[in-house]
């Protein structure tokens, strides 16, 4: 526990030193979640979050009764990116762990039922196939994700 200046406590972080809850700041040093490789994460997680926003506000927009599980879920997926850019950036692990997972899920779970019933998928999502109208991106960025995760922890 820290006593703040109006003399009440704080918790700790016991990994970090900082208070709980709070961006741990960069040091510098390269050796944040978001720095070094860790930056194309960011990247790669903003473009998606781009491109799937982007397309699931235009196919919302248009043409939302042809398929609105598929177009909403490629929403949430965007949002899911979105919120691994921010996290991963700003170097917050506990959300970025929490988003990744929620995201390998979404892969696994829409992919299957994407395949095994292709009627209730009348239109492609981004994790539809895992993922394959984007190359298998989606399917692999949430392990690259928990690996790069993992092994900062270490460092």
Request: glycine share 12%.
């Amino acid at each position: 526990m820290n006593e703040t200046a109006d003399g009440h406590d704080t918790p700790v972080d016991t990994d970090s030193g900082h208070e709980a809850g709070a961006a741990v700041p960069s040091s510098g040093d390269g050796h944040g979640i978001g720095s070094g490789p860790g930056r194309v994460l960011v990247a790669v997680y903003a473009v998606f979050a781009l491109a799937a926003g982007s397309r699931a506000a235009v196919q919302i927009a248009r043409q939302f009764d042809e398929a609105p599980l598929a177009y909403s879920l490629s929403a949430f997926a965007a949002v899911v990116y979105l919120l691994l850019a921010v996290a991963l950036a700003t170097g917050r692990r506990t959300l970025a762990l929490v988003a990744c997972g929620i995201e390998l899920a979404g892969v696994l779970i829409v992919g299957t039922l994407s395949l095994a019933d292709p009627a209730a998928f009348p239109k492609a999502t981004v994790w539809s196939g895992f993922g394959s109208g984007y190359v298998f991106i989606p399917m692999v960025l949430p392990l690259i994700g928990l690996y790069w995760l993992s092994r900062r922890k270490q460092a």
